[in-house]
């Protein structure tokens, strides 16, 4: 069945007919108020929640609202753009003209367009259309009404001490929380819309007298070269923006704090926020902030210390102990102490399988779990956390199948992922794990260092908008004496950034 399509000939095709595009494109606002209609029914298809309301006395049409009951409140319709509307021609018999119109609605964002195009951009985007009998004008009024979430508590990135704020889905929500924290004139906010289809919009944000103005250039070019049908998420955007795509380690940051989006504007690098996305992106960024979370600033500066010593220290537990294990005990067994290869010799006695098979088959049961866990509700996580973690890994231990020194280090390893603060950074790890350990089980001990070369090597050539990603580590860069803390290490970046147009792709 499946080689059916290799060893058959292929059958003959006849290819559909492409349908053309109904959108209008640019056409000129015509002073007809029927036609104008007529060229936004048929652009978009006249679907069942397109409203169209007609403000006449009777005899002649001055007006027509025009809007989507799905995206337009419809109280505030009537409430703004009907009522004044029609208490003109209440005691009017002349035209309504479009200094009148400007002047009678009272909504707070009136927008005045001069093609259809941008006309039907609007329509789709929430705002309603008000068109005037005799005049060569639309007026796009926004009077959003369709579902929004609250500003709730960040669900990825919890926090014990700190703001309880967390981004949601709406754009303008999210741009209103971060100029609650930076009150300065020199943030800069510019909007571009992205998706030939979906027209979503992005916003850059940064400090227009800390950003290295470079470096907000090439984000600037590198989303005007972005062709796709739609953006539905800010992971779109992460994935056609970064330097290299193939490497498994994230070459930008997303997180769905507003602090943290406000503590990486006032280091100097630029924000990128997407509509309907409550994640949003920041760059250029380096392996260190991966481990760093905003509730490190607000502690002590030694207690943030060792928080970032134990994370840094958990990564390199979780990725390198299967790995040497397996390469002690199958490969290198002379470099254990002789009491440790007797106890472990004599706790493999009755194992059916080998180590090699039996600990990766652990770890593979803990990735089952995992991803069971997270795709369900917090009370099933409790019931898969310890009906399969525990009930099953006590069960296989007492069966005989597994050894407990096994159990215990795979799970101690998938624990000990879970430091790294930043869920992309923490599945890179997962995957780097699993080369190492077959690493160890073929070449041994050795086999597990150069294969650790290896990794750092392809880390250090990594690039992020120019940053490199193993700063300052790699290359080392000295602070200036004239900066201190964090402030000093991001201009050293940016003074350094090497910027390339398609730097890595």
Not at 76 to 96: A, R
Not at 253 to 258: A, F, G, L, N, Y
Not at 270 to 289: G, H, K, L, Q, Y
Not at 360 to 387: D, K
Request: aromatic share 8%; hydrophobic share 45%; charged share 20%.
């Amino acid at each position: 069945m499946f080689f059916d399509k290799f060893l058959k000939a292929s059958k003959k095709v006849v290819a559909s007919e492409k349908k053309s595009s109904s959108t209008v494109r640019y056409r000129e606002i015509n002073k007809s108020l029927e036609e104008n209609l007529e060229n936004i029914l048929k652009s978009t298809g006249s679907p069942d929640d397109l409203f169209i309301h007609r403000v006449e006395d009777g005899v002649k049409i001055f007006a027509v609202a025009v809007y989507f009951d799905t995206l337009v409140d419809s109280n505030l319709l009537g409430q703004h753009i009907i009522e004044p509307l029609n208490k003109f021609i209440q005691g009017n018999t002349g035209t309504l003209t479009e200094k009148q119109v400007k002047f009678l609605l009272s909504a707070s964002k009136l927008i005045e367009v001069n093609d259809l195009h941008n006309a039907i951009d609007r329509l789709l985007s929430g705002f309603a259309l008000v068109l005037v009998a005799n005049s060569k004008s639309i007026f796009a009024v926004s009077l959003p009404g369709f579902a929004r979430r609250s500003i709730e508590d960040a669900q990825t990135e919890r926090a014990v001490k700190g703001p309880r704020e967390g981004f949601n889905e709406t754009i303008t929500d999210n741009i209103g929380l971060i100029r609650r924290y930076i009150k300065d004139p020199n943030l800069r906010l510019e909007k571009k819309k992205i998706g030939e289809r979906t027209k979503t919009e992005i916003a850059v944000v940064y400090l227009n007298d800390v950003a290295n103005p470079d470096i907000v250039k090439e984000v600037h070019k590198r989303l005007e070269q972005i062709k796709i049908d739609g953006i539905l998420e800010s992971g779109y955007i992460a994935e056609l923006i970064t330097d290299r795509r193939l490497t498994p380690f994230p070459l930008v940051q997303e997180t769905e704090r507003p602090d943290k989006v406000a503590s990486a504007i006032l280091e100097g690098r630029v924000a990128i926020m997407v509509d309907r996305s409550n994640f949003n992106i920041i760059v250029p960024v380096t392996s260190n902030e991966f481990y760093q979370t905003q509730e490190d600033f607000y502690s002590n500066w030694i207690t943030g210390t060792i928080i970032r010593l134990i994370k840094a220290a958990g990564t390199i537990f979780a990725v390198t102990l299967p790995g040497f294990y397996i390469s002690m005990i199958s490969v290198n067994p002379e470099l254990l102490p002789p009491s440790v290869v007797q106890l472990e010799a004599s706790a493999r006695t009755q194992m059916p399988f080998p180590a090699v098979f039996e600990m990766i088959t652990t770890l593979f049961a803990y990735e089952i779990l995992r991803e069971a866990s997270v795709r369900y509700t917090t009370n099933m996580n409790m019931i898969v956390g310890v009906g399969g973690g525990i009930v099953m890994g006590l069960a296989a231990i007492n069966a005989g199948v597994v050894s407990g020194i096994t159990v215990a280090l795979a799970a101690f390893c998938v624990l000990a992922t879970f430091t790294t603060s930043n869920p992309a950074k923490e599945q890179a790890w997962r995957w780097i794990r699993y080369i190492l350990f077959f690493a160890g089980a073929i070449f041994g001990f050795m086999g597990v260092i150069a294969t650790g070369v290896i990794v750092l090597a392809h880390m250090a050539g990594l690039k992020s908008f120019g940053v490199s990603y193993l700063a300052p580590w790699a290359p080392p860069l000295m602070v200036d004496s004239r900066c201190s803390g964090e402030t000093s290490l991001v201009a050293e970046l940016q003074a350094t950034a090497d910027i390339s147009p398609a730097a890595g792709r």
